[in-house]
């Protein structure tokens, strides 16, 4: 089942490579609340990763996108909402393993260090990419800090 709206937000240096996700998402039919950067123009990027994240916190099943430029400070900002699972990926299989293993609900994309082409099918592999759950559950449940 697809997901009613998927929000994406990166910093000036995904900026590029955001624009390049959205239409290959609307293409697909998917809708896509943009929270920005709209430019190239310097930003932080903690302004556009806590909107993100707390879409994702707020809507169960919905599964977002962040870009910057190494996606290390994006993901980490993130990573800070207590329910975020956000994973750093470079590869398909890397995001084919968060989702499956690590039931991670946003993905995070280094805009410097990846084509648009590795890029897109990551985000289609992370969207299409089901939780296993079973002996998963028992590590994600250990993650939250109480």
Known sequence: MQQKIIPIGADHAGFTLKETIIKHLESKGYDVKDFGCFSEASIDY???????AEMV????????ILICGSGNGINMTAN?????RSA??????IAELARQHNNANIITLPARFI???EAIEMVD??????F?????????DKIACQ
């Open 46 to 52: 903690p302004d556009y990763a806590h909107p993100v």
């Open 57 to 64: 916190e707020n809507n169960s099943g919905t599964i977002g």
């Open 80 to 84: 800070k909402h207590q329910g975020i």
């Open 88 to 93: 750093l990926c470079w590869k398909k299989e």
């Open 115 to 117: 084509t648009e082409g």
């Open 125 to 130: 592999v992370f969207l299409a990419t089901e």
């Open 132 to 140: 296993e759950g079973g002996r998963h559950q028992n590590r994600i």
